[in-house]
């Protein structure tokens, strides 16, 4: 028997990543996982048919999602796990972030403009797969990134957050966010957990300091190709605190080609904690 992996965070082309929950899915299976969520940013609209696609293929699928939050100036990214994927509060919260990107994207194209760059929403939709219906989608600063390339505005998408779309650069938008304590009450609500996505990427210590006095349940220790010597702290601070430590890739796809599926993941022991809450909700 080879060893039992599942890969705790992915994305899909339901938000920026580059493959259908299916293709996820089937790249899962080829890469020997056993287990996967998928956590698009600030949706779940993925599950609908990523749930009879696992069967399928036969991965052990989890409900996951990854919401934007702001922390004072702070943005901070939070995982859910294991909620009840019809809960109403979870589907208001997509739906208001659906609405906090449209007026924050809109913001961003404008500034664009102002910088002699000019980007039309209908750029932005050719742009994006043809595969899904753009309504159902997160669309982010990445997809935006994307039409600068197309456009030659910028070499790199790289290039385009670097200069243009990255925090505190000339084209940024916060738009308007939501906290991470009202996040954090909508995932348990919604009977899941929630846990902190990437710590290792909060630079900010007072943000740390506060994040670790809040409701979580977990945070997310194995992240990407982080080596061991950047893990440690957080491991420890996890276990320390008696949270879940949780794992996974952050997998985009071609967005971010340098990051493989798998390539950080969580053992069974794990896996089935959150499996059996998500069975417990999903009534499956
Ligand atoms: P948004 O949700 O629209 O704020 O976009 C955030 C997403 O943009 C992140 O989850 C990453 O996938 C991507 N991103 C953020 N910073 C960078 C960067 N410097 N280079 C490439 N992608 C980035
Ligand atoms: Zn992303
Ligand atoms: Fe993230
Ligand atoms: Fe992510």
Redesign the pocket.
Known sequence: MSEFRADLHC?STY??GSLSPQELLRLAKSHALKGLSITD??TIEAYASAIPAAQEIGIELISGV?F?AMHHQV?V?ILGYAFALNHPALHQLCLRHKQR?ED??QAILEKLAAHGMPVTKEDIEDCLSSLLPHEKC????????QVLVKKRYVET??E???KY???GKPCYARGDPFTVEETINVIHQAQGLAIIAHPHLIKDSQTIYHLLGMNFDGLEGYYALFAQNQIERWLKIGKKKNWLITGGS?F?GD??PSIPLGCSWVGEETFRRLQDLHKANNLI
């Open positions: 994305h938000s920026d940013h600030d990854e934007s943005s990214h990107r924050r994207n997160t669309i982010g600063r990445p997809h935006i990134a998408v790289y385009a957050f670097g779309l990255g925090e952050d985009h967005i971010k």
